[in-house]
């Protein structure tokens, strides 16, 4: 019978110790603590009213504060579950997962402000969720 072969590195930790994380989950805990930072900026251009965004009469149009501060707290979000996500701590996929989900609803709700940044901020969210619902199998010892 043949063997797959290991492909997680060793986390943090003391060399061999059982901690894991795996590449899928490596790629997402980057781009989330790629995405959280712009987001951030995002929001802090949102909330000094920023000329930079502009929409026409449109069913989600919040005032531009608003919209900063929900980048804002989506972005701190998006960092913190980064960093969950990269230390592998137990919570971080499932946080990460809702994190990026909902930075994708809100980032599509943005596309009439600032269409140029909205969709390829959407298209890194559906990256990051891919990456962390996707299912890995570990061997161990062979088997």
């Known amino acids: 019978m043949t063997t797959v072969p290991d492909r997680t590195r060793k986390g943090p930790g003391r060399p061999g110790s ?4 795996n590449e899928a989950s490596s790629f997402a805990g980057i ?3 790629l995405s959280g930072p712009l987001s951030i900026l995002m929001g802090a ?8 965004f502009s929409a026409s009469l449109y ?4 005032d531009l504060t608003a919209w900063g501060w929900i980048h804002l707290v989506i ?9 969950g996500v990269l230390t592998d701590k137990s919570w971080g996929r499932g946080a990460g997962v809702a994190v ?3 930075s994708l609803i ?5 596309v009439p402000y600032y269409p140029l940044w909205a969709i390829p901020a959407m298209t890194l ?4 969720l891919f990456a962390l619902t996707r299912i890995h199998i570990e061997t161990r010892g062979g088997r």
Request: charged share 10%; aromatic share 10%.
């Open 31 to 33: 781009m989330m603590l």
């Open 75 to 83: 972005g701190v979000a998006l960092v913190i579950t980064g960093l």
């Open 106 to 110: 809100t980032q599509f709700m943005f």
């Open 125 to 128: 969210d559906l990256l990051i």
């Open 59 to 62: 069913a989600y149009r919040f």
């Open 100 to 102: 990026a989900g909902i």
């Open 45 to 52: 251009s949102g909330i000094a009213q920023d000329t930079l």
């Open 18 to 21: 059982g901690e894991t994380i």
